[in-house]
T-cell receptor, first 115, second 108 residues
Framework: GAGVSQSPRYKVAKRGQDVALRCDPI?????LFWYQQALGQGPEFLTYFQNEAQLDKSGLPSDRFFAERPEGSVSTLKIQRTQQEDSAVYLCASSWDRGSTDTQYFGPGTRLTVL | KNEVEQSPQNLTAQEGEFITINCSYS?????LHWLQQHPGGGIVSLFMLSSGKKKHGRLIATINIQEKHSSLHITASHPRDSAVYIC??????????FGTGTRLQVFP
C-alpha cells in the first residue's frame, strides 16, 4: 500500500472486553511505533519494534497492554480487560531506519471508546 | 513540567499573515520533529531537524540546540494551513516525546 493503514478505524468496547488493533506499516520499513493519544493531548509513546524485535515497551501503561510484530511487518496491539481510561486514539507509525531519528509515517489511528 | 512545551496553545490568524509557533524542550535530544495533524487524526511529518534551518514551500523550521528551542514559521498563511501543529523530540534511540500541540485557525 501507499501508506500506513490501521484497522479498525473505530472500536467501541464494553468495559472488560479484550480488543485487538492492527497496523500495516509501509512495506520494508524497519521501525514500527505505537502511540496513544488522549483527547486534546499530544501522542504518547507506547512501544517500539525494530523488525520483529520489541526493543522498548516502557510506555505500555499496564500489563493489560501487549504488542507483537511476529514477522517484522504487521503489528497488533492488544488490550485485555479494557477500562474506560483506555479510551483514546491509538496511532501506529513506521520508518525506514532504526530508531526515532528518521521521518515517521503515521497511520490514521484507531479511535477506541470503552463504555 | 512537561519536557516539551509549545506556545501558543491556540492561534488564530487572517489569511496572508506570518505565523510563528514555538517549541521549548528540557531534555537532551538527537532530533526534533514538526508534525501536522488535521481534524480526523491524520498526522503528517513536516520536518525533522537536528541543527540550523529547513525550508519547504511556505514552511520554515529552525532550531537552536544551545537554547533548546525551535520555531515553525508559516509565511503567507492560508485557510488550508488550519490544523494542529505538534513538536516532538527524539530523546532515546527509539522514543519520541510530543508537545501538546498548537491549534491554528486561519480565516479568509
Amino acid at each position: 500500500g501507499a501508506g500506513v493503514s490501521q484497522s479498525p478505524r473505530y472500536k467501541v468496547a464494553k468495559r472488560g472486553q479484550d480488543v485487538a488493533l492492527r497496523c500495516d506499516p509501509i512495506s520494508g520499513h524497519v521501525s514500527l511505533f505505537w502511540y496513544q493519544q488522549a483527547l486534546g493531548q499530544g501522542p504518547e509513546f507506547l512501544t517500539y519494534f525494530q523488525n520483529e524485535a520489541q526493543l522498548d515497551k516502557s510506555g505500555l501503561p499496564s500489563d493489560r497492554f501487549f504488542a507483537e510484530r511476529p514477522e517484522g511487518s504487521v503489528s497488533t496491539l492488544k488490550i485485555q480487560r479494557t477500562q474506560q481510561e483506555d479510551s483514546a486514539v491509538y496511532l501506529c507509525a513506521s520508518s525506514w531506519d532504526r530508531g526515532s531519528t528518521d521521518t515517521q509515517y503515521f497511520g490514521p489511528g484507531t479511535r477506541l471508546t470503552v463504555l | 513540567k512537561n519536557e516539551v512545551e509549545q506556545s501558543p496553545q491556540n492561534l488564530t490568524a487572517q489569511e496572508g499573515e506570518f505565523i510563528t509557533i514555538n517549541c521549548s524542550y528540557s531534555v537532551g535530544i538527537s532530533a526534533l520533529h514538526w508534525l501536522q495533524q488535521h481534524p480526523g487524526g491524520g498526522i503528517v511529518s513536516l520536518f525533522m531537524l537536528s541543527s540550523g534551518k529547513k525550508k519547504h514551500g511556505r514552511l520554515i523550521a529552525t532550531i537552536n540546540i544551545q537554547e533548546k528551542h525551535s520555531s515553525l514559521h508559516i509565511t503567507a498563511s492560508h485557510p488550508r494551513d488550519s490544523a494542529v501543529y505538534i513538536c516532538a523530540v527524539s530523546v532515546a534511540p527509539d522514543k519520541l516525546i510530543f508537545g501538546t500541540g498548537t491549534r491554528l485557525q486561519v480565516f479568509p
